[in-house]
């Protein structure tokens, strides 16, 4: 296997630290970010090299960028992983809290995808691996502004696969279903936040209570799950240009496209009690 110099963010946590010991352990270089050093200090026993990262510092990323190719001339894969999820009603979610989302889970990958795609076609080629979601190819109740982001994730990607293919550069996108990682209970508890004595803190009442009850169960796949996927993208000759990792993301995809949306609709409020 060739040695890849990696960078990859929101690895302080879940998904991303998972991914970041495995990719060490098979060999390869890997510079871990995210804006918590302390979470990362684990990650250095297995050789990753640590950065603080904020993807909505601009200054923080070129920083970032610049180290690895002063250090190692080059980056061959970039993760953008980085991201984060709050939940609430469109009407209730302040606009400054959607602004942030979108900063976070769009705009900063697509910030860190400028920086390091000039290195990448001076290299002739390199690999863009954006974690995305089933999130972004259908929708649930109280996950708008989440899904917003996810969606403008597979618009993005998609655009730059096109742009990018004739410098040699791949990009590939990592679509998980539920996970068992903090997100789901951080979610969740912004739903709560977000919805409290508004008229729709019943039944966000009741999505939440069932998203604690399923994220702290067996129920979900582990990030490991992801970051096996991710593996493969890193490592194969030819990746595929879609992988979605987790219990169910085939099956919840394969409904979401079968089922009329009216009756995915009202599957959706059935489940959270909604009339």
């Known amino acids: 296997?060739?040695?890849?110099?990696?960078?990859?963010?929101?690895?302080?946590?879940?998904?991303?630290?998972?991914?970041?010991?495995?990719?060490?352990?098979?060999?390869?270089?890997?510079?871990?970010?995210?804006?918590?050093?302390?979470?990362?200090?684990?990650?250095?026993?297995?050789?990753?090299?640590?950065?603080?990262?904020?993807?909505?510092r601009d200054e923080t990323m070129?920083?970032?960028?610049?180290?690895?190719?002063?250090?190692?001339?080059?980056?061959?894969?970039?993760?953008?992983?980085?991201?984060?999820?709050?939940?609430?009603?469109?009407?209730?979610?302040?606009?400054?809290?959607?602004?942030r989302q979108i900063e976070v889970n769009v705009f900063g990958l697509a910030r860190l995808t400028q920086l390091v795609l000039p290195h990448m076609r001076t290299c002739h080629g390199g690999r863009i691996v954006n974690v995305a979601s089933v999130a972004g190819r259908m929708c649930l109740a109280y996950g708008g502004w989440y899904h917003v982001s996810k969606y403008s994730v597979e618009a993005f990607s998609d655009a730059l696969r096109i742009?990018?293919?004739?410098?040699?550069?791949?990009?590939?996108?990592?679509?998980?279903?539920?996970?068992?990682?903090?997100?789901?209970?951080?979610?969740?508890?912004?739903?709560?936040?977000?919805?409290?004595?508004?008229?729709?803190?019943?039944?966000?009442?009741?999505?939440?209570?069932?998203?604690?009850?399923?994220?702290?169960?067996?129920?979900?796949?582990?990030?490991?799950?992801?970051?096996?996927c991710i593996s493969r993208a890193v490592n194969s000759s030819r990746p595929r240009l879609r992988y979605n990792p987790g219990r169910g993301a085939g099956l919840l995809l394969f409904w979401h496209a079968v089922l009329p949306a009216r009756v995915w609709d009202a599957i959706n409020r059935m489940a959270v009690g909604m009339k």
Request: hydrophobic share 40%; glycine share 10%.
């Open 1 to 56: 296997m060739k040695k890849k110099v990696i960078l990859i963010t929101g690895a302080s946590s879940g998904i991303g630290f998972s991914t970041a010991k495995e990719l060490a352990s098979q060999g390869h270089i890997v510079y871990a970010a995210a804006r918590r050093l302390d979470r990362m200090e684990p990650l250095k026993s297995f050789g990753v090299r640590t950065m603080e990262m904020d993807v909505t």
């Open 62 to 99: 070129e920083a970032g960028v610049r180290t690895v190719i002063e250090e190692q001339g080059r980056i061959d894969i970039l993760v953008n992983n980085a991201g984060y999820g709050y939940f609430g009603a469109i009407e209730t979610v302040s606009m400054e809290e959607a602004r």
């Open 163 to 228: 742009e990018a293919k004739p410098f040699g550069i791949d990009v590939v996108l990592i679509e998980p279903g539920a996970i068992r990682t903090d997100w789901g209970i951080i979610a969740a508890d912004h739903l709560l936040d977000s919805s409290k004595g508004t008229a729709y803190e019943e039944s966000a009442g009741r999505e939440a209570a069932l998203m604690h009850k399923y994220y702290r169960s067996g129920m979900f796949s582990g990030p490991e799950a992801v970051t096996r």
